[in-house]
Structure formats: structure tokens, C-alpha cells
């Protein structure tokens, strides 16, 4: 175990986004893949980000307090790496 390394256990066939996907469709992505979160790629095809099905839940959550996202929604959100 203490030999294990990251490359093998990840996942080599990596599904992504664009941050220009619709909301909807990345759900329908996330259901039908049965990932709990998807990279989050460029226009060529570099990582900026990614987004799990708990931003989305805590996105449709505020969304439903309030009619838009505020300026600050992301500064407050448990990250999963620095």
C-alpha cells in the first residue's frame, strides 16, 4: 500500500467540460456517467477547474434563497486541493 501511487488508481479516459455548458446538461452528464464531478477544460483543452455534483447542489441551493449567485458565493466553499 505505502507503494501505491495516484496513477494507479486514477482514471485515464477523463470525460470534461467547458465552463460553458449548460447547467442542465452537465446533470444529465453527471447522472448518466455516474461521476461525482467532472475537469473543467479550456477552448485547448487545459484543467481550470472542477465541479462536482455538490457545486451544483450548493449552486441550485442558494439559487433558490435568492434569484442570482453574489460576487463572494465561491470564497466560502471547502475546496478538495490548494
Not at 479516459?13 to 446538461?25: C, G, M, Q, W
Not at 462536482?52 to 466553499?77: C, I, P, W
Amino acid at each position: 500500500m505505502a507503494n501505491l501511487l495516484a496513477q494507479d488508481v486514477m482514471t485515464r479516459e477523463v470525460t470534461t467540460v467547458t465552463a460553458d455548458l449548460p447547467i442542465k446538461k452537465l446533470i444529465k452528464l453527471i447522472e448518466k456517467k455516474h461521476y461525482s464531478g467532472l475537469p473543467v477544460v479550456d477552448s485547448a483543452g487545459r484543467a481550470i477547474g472542477l465541479v462536482s455534483q455538490n457545486d451544483v447542489l450548493r449552486a441550485m441551493a442558494y439559487l433558490v434563497e435568492s434569484d442570482k449567485l453574489s460576487k463572494g458565493f465561491h470564497t466560502g466553499k471547502r475546496k478538495a486541493s490548494a
